[in-house]
Each structure stands twice: as structure tokens, then as C-alpha cells.
């Protein structure tokens, strides 16, 4: 153990994913065993600006396992941007006696913690927190699984109507940047067609497409369409185009939205923000920094932030392959 770290502090940042709280819960406890003490950062970046800080122990986070969004807040902090917001943040946490800080959070999360560590030589490591998984270096982030699981049981739920009344059914996911949750819900809800933003389907591969599907015997399809797609400007001006197209289906668009990010996080996603929660803390205490704790293969990683942000999270084309087998 290092033994000048006494005193660690615990933000979350961005977007919200389920297993925040599972994440900030493990962390807290690991303190609690090696004893050291945890300080919880409220509304992240913006919060270590202010001096939102609150003293946290083993009670401090009961019954939050289960619960989704994060106990923490988050915030977007344009401040923390600005070198003298930074400078700031930096005082706070030096007149708190803090000797390292664990983020938890995705890409701009960790852009933030790999600019302050250059600026101030101080000891941060991150968690990968997102439902879009598009953190490079680790297999899976937290609230990604509990993403999928939601999006597949609207998917479920959108397929009885669809079917109800031979309608085609746009539903666009969340995933600018990255198609892991549309391709993964989609075959795990059996869409006819998935659109990523990795691959750029084309218009009228698509028409061809539900063409075939309607001749297949095909009464009706579901189509999961993930934000970033470069097929269309947006999912409404997609769904214009095919109603001008094709007249086989009468179209519908649904759009999940911050649906995804909400509800209790999954079996899955507890336990690996419990093991990543840990690996956190074990990293500081082995003189760890500027480093993102991730999973591979089901081991613990440290993967520099550098690669953590600046890599690519390639798709998986064999379930891309598998997608384009099992619509037919």
C-alpha cells in the first residue's frame, strides 16, 4: 500500500449510465477496507470548482446498488475547460488534503482527467461509465448491458403493434459515434435491418431490402436505426424518403431516447462496476495514473487515457455477418 495516500476523491461526469451508483458504492467500500478516506465530488468537474464535497463511508452508500443515475449528480462543466477553472478545482482539492481523484464517466470525462494530470501532476484514474461502449481498451463499459436489455424490451413491445397492423417501424437507439447498442439490440430483438454508423447501408439497398422482405412473406419490420447513422439527415427525414419510395408498409418512427439511460442496472453491470469500483482503487494504491480501469477477457486492465480516448472501437463485423444472415 502507499502509505502517503490517505484521502481519495470520487466524481462522476457526463452523461448518467446505470451502475454509477454500483461503481461509486465499490469505491467507497474499497476505501473503507484499506482505510482510506473517500470524499464524494457532487456534479462533477463543476462540483470540484465549486468545493461540492462531502465526507463518504461504508453507510454513506447502502441501497444504492440497485438504483440507476448517479448518487454524485452530474453536470457539463464549460469552466473546467479553462485552465483557470482547472487551476481552481486544483486548490479545492489540495485545501481538502485529497491525494488522488477516481472519475467515472466516458471520453470527455476522461479528456478532462488526462489534461489535469499533464497540468498538475496529480494521481487520476477512471472508470468507463456510458451506455454507448465506445471506450477503447475495455471490453464493456457500465450501462451498456442494462442499455441493451432496455432497448430490446421497447423493441418487444414496438413488434406487437407492428405486426397488429402490417407498419414498419423506425426505432432510433442511442450511439452518435458508435452502433454497439443498435447492431447488438437489433439482433437480439430480430430487426430486418440495422443501420450503424460504422457501415453507411445506402438508401436504396434499404428500399431493396424491405422490398424483399415484404415478398419473403414479411408482414411487417422493425428497423433499428442508431443516432449517428449516415444514411439519412435524421430518422424522420429516413422514414419520408421510404414512405416516397415504397408503399408496402405504413411507416412509423420511434424514438427511445433518454429512456435508455434510465432504470436499475443489470445482474451484469453491477458486478462489473463492483470489480472495476475496486480495480480503482487497488490501481492508485499501486502508484497507478493517468490510467482508465477496464475489462478483457474478464481480467482487470489499465489502459492509458490516451488510448482510452484517442482509440477506435471497432465494430464486430462477424455480428454484422450474423445480423445479415438470421433477416432474412
Do not use: W
Not at 479545492?92 to 464517466?105: P, Q, W
Request: proline fraction near 2%; glycine fraction near 10%.
Amino acid at each position: 500500500m502507499n502509505i502517503e495516500m490517505k484521502r481519495i476523491a470520487l466524481l462522476t461526469s457526463g452523461g448518467d449510465a446505470p451502475g454509477m451508483n454500483a461503481a461509486i458504492r465499490a469505491v467507497v467500500r474499497a476505501c473503507s477496507y484499506y482505510q482510506l478516506e473517500c470524499v464524494g465530488v457532487f456534479r462533477g468537474y463543476q462540483g470540484l470548482i465549486e468545493g461540492d464535497f462531502k465526507e463518504l463511508g461504508p453507510r454513506s452508500v447502502k441501497n444504492i446498488i440497485n438504483r440507476g443515475g448517479t448518487m454524485l449528480k452530474s453536470a457539463r462543466s464549460e469552466e473546467f475547460r479553462t485552465k483557470a477553472g482547472r487551476q481552481v478545482a486544483y486548490d479545492h482539492l489540495k485545501e481538502s488534503n485529497i491525494d488522488a481523484l477516481v472519475v467515472i464517466g466516458g471520453d470527455g470525462t476522461f479528456t478532462g482527467a488526462s489534461i489535469f494530470n499533464t497540468e498538475f501532476n496529480f494521481p487520476i484514474v477512471g472508470i468507463p461509465g456510458t451506455i454507448d461502449n465506445d471506450i477503447s481498451g475495455t471490453d464493456y463499459t457500465i450501462g451498456y448491458d442494462t442499455a441493451l436489455n432496455t432497448v430490446v424490451e421497447a423493441i418487444d413491445k414496438i413488434r406487437d403493434t407492428a405486426n397488429s397492423h402490417n407498419r414498419l417501424f423506425l426505432v432510433e437507439v442511442m450511439g452518435r459515434d458508435a452502433g454497439d447498442i443498435a447492431l447488438n439490440a437489433g439482433i437480439g430483438a430480430g430487426a430486418e435491418e440495422i443501420l450503424i454508423p460504422e457501415q453507411n447501408l445506402g438508401r436504396d439497398r434499404l428500399i431493396a431490402s424491405l422490398k424483399r422482405s415484404k415478398k419473403s412473406g414479411k408482414s411487417s419490420s422493425i428497423v433499428v436505426v442508431a443516432e449517428g447513422d449516415q444514411i439519412g439527415k435524421n430518422i424522420f427525414e429516413l422514414a419520408e424518403y421510404i414512405r416516397q419510395h415504397t408503399d408496402e408498409y405504413e411507416v412509423k418512427v420511434t424514438v427511445l431516447g433518454h429512456i435508455q439511460r434510465g432504470g436499475a442496472p443489470s445482474c451484469y453491470d453491477r458486478v462489473l462496476a463492483s470489480r472495476l469500483g475496486v480495480g480503482a482503487i487497488d490501481a492508485l494504491l499501486e502508484g497507478k495514473r493517468d490510467v482508465m480501469i477496464g475489462i478483457s477477457n474478464s481480467k482487470i486492465v489499465h489502459v492509458p487515457f490516451e488510448i482510452a480516448i484517442k482509440g477506435e472501437n471497432e465494430i464486430d463485423l462477424d455480428l454484422i455477418r450474423v445480423a445479415d444472415i438470421i433477416s432474412v
